[in-house]
């Protein structure tokens, strides 16, 4: 099993800014992709931004240029960095870990709200 405990979430102001992190613990295979998924209220969950072990990023369209993810492999650790927040990425953020065959065993952290008031 593996664990994943999301932090850093919290309310800001439209522009600001807010760093992300997630940590794994658990049965962590060294090659594995994360990521971080939003859900907003009344919407689906969305992604927001990918990362492979090896460091290949994937952006969703509207936080390219605004959000970076990278990742710590020996901590196990993920971040996303937000800035120029607006008030539509206000919700709750989501980290995830997929390994294993063709990536198909996946873990979810427990989210944290993102709040940006206008």
């Known amino acids: 099993q593996v664990q994943l405990v999301e932090s850093g979430g919290g309310l800001v102001q439209a522009g600001g800014s807010l760093r992300l992190s997630c940590a794994a613990s658990?049965?962590?295979?060294?090659?594995?992709?994360m990521g971080w998924y939003r859900q907003a209220p009344g919407k689906q969950r969305e992604l927001v931004a990918t990362?492979?072990?090896?460091?290949?990023?994937n952006y969703a369209d509207s936080v390219k240029g605004r959000f970076t993810i990278s990742r710590d492999n020996a901590k196990n650790t993920v971040y996303l960095q937000m800035n120029s927040l607006k008030p539509e990425d206000t919700a709750v953020y989501y980290c995830?870990?997929?390994?294993?065959?063709?990536?198909?065993?996946?873990?979810w952290g427990q989210g944290t709200q993102v709040t940006v008031s206008s």
């Open positions: 990362i492979t072990s090896g460091g290949n990023a």
């Open positions: 995830k870990l997929s390994q294993g065959i063709s990536w198909m065993t996946h873990y």
């Open positions: 658990g049965r962590v295979f060294s090659s594995n992709n």
